[in-house]
Antibody
Framework: EVQLVESGGGLVQPGGSLRLSCAAS????????MHWVRQAPGKGLVWVSR????????SYADSVKGRFTISRDNAKNTLYLQMNSLRAEDTAVYYC????????????WGQGTMVTVSS | QSVLTQPPSVSAAPGQKVTISCSGI????????VSWYQQLPGTAPKLLIY???KRPSGIPDRFSGSKSGTSATLGITGLQTGDEADYYC????????????FGGGTQLTVL
């Protein structure tokens, strides 16, 4: 079964850091672009970041550029999102999603992990 | 405020048809494929339509997509109570260093 499972969410103070993980299974992880998409409570979807299949190319939404870092370990079939200098407005459910190509649709989504930034 | 514009809500009776619009500009919808996602309450989004009008395997043909210029439309026929969900359109924006963008979402109520 094709599956993405996120972990690493939790409660963190403003200015703190957190690393999210997304474990992939059921497909050849190293062949796909991967993305992070977030959704604040009661709000819509917002794209956060993407990484190409071998990890050599990344891009970020302006709201997280310089604070978040996306990476992947193809040997471990795992995607990461390192989040630093967290702000209250980063509070959201974070989903990892698979993209067939650079600008393709997100065809597989994880169940999400909640990140709450609060003192 | 979302880059793509969707109506906040739509409603229709079981068995009827509904359409959900998604409006953008030339740098996003006008020059890129549109996809649609269904998010049932408390669950992760699910891909419904990709490349403007294609359905992934397992998605019933009650769901359809179309695109014209800088707008796209999701159509759902034979509405069922299980279709009650939030629906999001998405695409890429060439003017934003190839960032993905979404609509604000449309809540579908099946009366």
């Amino acid at each position: 079964e094709v599956q993405l499972v996120e972990s690493g969410g939790g409660l963190v103070q403003p200015g703190g850091s957190l690393r999210l993980s997304c474990a992939a299974s059921g497909f050849t992880f190293s062949s796909y672009w991967m993305h992070w998409v977030r959704q604040a409570p009661g709000k819509g979807l917002v794209w956060v970041s993407r990484i190409n299949s071998d990890g050599s190319s990344t891009s970020y939404a302006d709201s997280v550029k310089g604070r978040f870092t996306i990476s992947r370990d193809n040997a471990k079939n795992t995607l990461y999102l390192q989040m630093n200098s967290l702000r209250a407005e980063d509070t959201a459910v974070y989903y990892c999603a698979r993209g067939d190509g650079a600008d393709d649709a997100f065809d597989i989504w994880g169940q999400g992990t909640m990140v709450t930034v609060s003192s | 405020q979302s880059v793509l514009t969707q109506p906040p809500s739509v409603s229709a009776a079981p068995g009827q048809k509904v359409t959900i619009s998604c409006s953008g500009i030339s740098s996003n919808i006008g020059n890129n494929y549109v996809s649609w996602y269904q998010q049932l309450p408390g669950t992760a989004p699910k891909l419904l339509i990709y490349d403007n009008n294609k359905r992934p395997s397992g998605i019933p043909d009650r769901f359809s997509g179309s695109k014209s210029g800088t707008s796209a439309t999701l159509g759902i026929t034979g509405l069922q109570t299980g279709d009650e969900a939030d629906y999001y359109c998405g695409t890429w924006d060439s003017s934003l260093s190839a960032h993905a963008v979404f609509g604000g979402g449309t809540q579908l109520t099946v009366l």
